[in-house]
């Protein structure tokens, strides 16, 4: 049913998908072959980087990137994005599966504590105090056990970015 929706919405393909969940974007590219599925920094990256002007900060922020980014090759873009955007990015060591594991982190916090113990010392030596993923369920549990909050890294690109058009209607093609 999913396939069959987006084929329809991105006018049999026509159109690229967006997916803001790396897990479930990892999963759909395992079913559905008939399209190009995107997760965000995928997207930004392919799609507007020459369309934006980005303006780094001096910030230092964190990224995470989940176990998805990594089976789908997409560790590299989504630190290169970040590195658009901060002039200071750390990628925590030692700090790979976040534990949550799809949504058993609700029920089962202590897999998700034990995944990320080495990660608060790491964050309150370098200062950062905010955090970047592509996963809404990754980032719940990062933020409950780094001591800052972790979110999109869509906001940081907002942040950090204005376009260089004013027309970004006809971005895709």
């Keep these: ?16 998908v967006l997916c803001d969940q790396s897990p479930c974007l990892h999963r759909m590219r395992e079913q559905i072959k008939t399209m190009k599925l995107y997760e965000p920094a995928e997207f ?3 799609f507007l980087r020459d369309k934006l002007d980005f303006t780094p900060t001096d910030r230092t922020v964190a990224i ?6 990594r089976k789908m090759g997409l560790a590299d873009t989504l630190t290169a ?20 594991a799809g949504d058993r982190g609700f029920t089962y916090p ?7 113990r080495k990660l608060r010392p790491q964050i309150e030596a370098s200062g950062v105090r905010i955090g970047y993923s592509n996963s809404r ?4 549990g990062l933020t409950t056990n ?11 690109v907002d942040e950090c970015t204005k376009p260089l058009t004013t027309d970004l209607t006809h971005t895709v093609s």
């Design 81 to 100: 994005l970040a590195r658009l955007c901060s002039n200071n990015v750390i990628i925590p060591e030692e700090v790979g599966c976040c534990g949550f």
């Design 110 to 116: 202590e897999l998700n504590a034990y995944a990320l």
């Design 44 to 46: 930004i990256y392919t």
């Design 64 to 69: 995470h990137i989940t176990c998805s980014m």
């Design 1 to 16: 049913e999913l396939e069959a929706a987006l084929w329809e919405a991105s006018r049999q393909g026509k159109y690229p």
């Design 146 to 156: 780094s001591g800052i909050p972790y979110v999109s890294i869509v906001y940081l």
């Design 137 to 140: 369920t990754c980032e719940i």
